[in-house]
T-cell receptor, first 112, second 114 residues
Framework: DQQVKQNSPSLSVQEGRISILNCDYT??????FLWYKKYPAEGPTFLIS?????DKNEDGRFTVFLNKSAKHLSLHIVPSQPGDSAVYFC???????????FGGGTRLMVKP | DAGVIQSPRHEVTEMGQEVTLRCKPI?????LFWYRQTMMRGLELLIY????????DSGMPEDRFSAKMPNASFSTLKIQPSEPRDSAVYFC????????????FGQGTRLTVV
């Protein structure tokens, strides 16, 4: 049972445009979400997080939006840069808050 | 700190052989996680430790898999005997406070069982 889903396995965007990566979850008890970025041959690295008490969190070019009623979150990258090309994972801690469940990932390709 | 260190980076072994993957977490982190990444299943949690104690091993696929954490600075994931379907990238990660805090991942071990 995949509690965190990323339905788009890949996304291609032109440099300078907006990238929007989507994530859906099924567990209404999830109250904290994280995005990780992964380059080839490296481990995932933390990018940005959001608590369910907020509907938006911004960090430079990266903004995460949370729609609790739809159980949906999205990561916006504006403007997209070629160096953003990577696999992006959304994740949520379990109810006890001590382990993460990851989505399947979305491969973002930013074309120069 | 050098970050989470995993060894080896690559491992090629024959079916039936024992494989041991190693991890050194970041000093001071009290949570350690072992993940496996495959094309079919994405990034899945195998087991995690808190203060060197295994807390949840429900993600360990079979009895062929075992993990230990004899002290705060070292953990192993062992597969015995290995099978071709175990081929994947195995990641170790550590964090200060479980799932709500940033987890730091190692570079992974790419395991190929032939």
């Amino acid at each position: 049972d995949q509690q965190v889903k990323q339905n788009s396995p890949s996304l291609s965007v032109q440099e300078g445009r907006i990238s929007i990566l989507n994530c859906d979850y099924t567990n209404s008890m999830f109250d904290y979400f994280l995005w990780y970025k992964k380059y080839p041959a490296e481990g995932p690295t933390f990018l940005i997080s959001i608590s369910s008490i907020k509907d938006k969190n911004e960090d430079g070019r990266f903004t995460v939006f949370l729609n609790k009623s739809a159980k949906h979150l999205s990561l916006h990258i504006v403007p997209s840069q070629p160096g953003d090309s990577a696999v992006y994972f959304c994740a949520a801690p379990n109810n006890a808050g001590n382990m993460l469940t990851f989505g399947g990932g979305t491969r973002l390709m930013v074309k120069p | 700190d050098a970050g989470v260190i995993q060894s080896p980076r690559h491992e090629v072994t024959e079916m039936g052989q024992e494989v041991t993957l190693r991890c050194k977490p970041i000093s001071g982190h009290d949570y350690l996680f072992w993940y496996r990444q495959t094309m079919m299943r994405g990034l899945e949690l195998l087991i995690y430790f808190n203060n060197n104690v295994p807390i949840d091993d429900s993600g360990m696929p079979e009895d062929r898999f075992s993990a230990k954490m004899p002290n705060a600075s070292f953990s192993t994931l062992k597969i015995q005997p290995s099978e071709p379907r175990d081929s994947a990238v195995y990641f170790c990660a550590s964090s200060r406070g479980g799932g709500r805090t940033e987890a730091f991942f190692g570079q992974g071990t790419r395991l190929t069982v032939v």
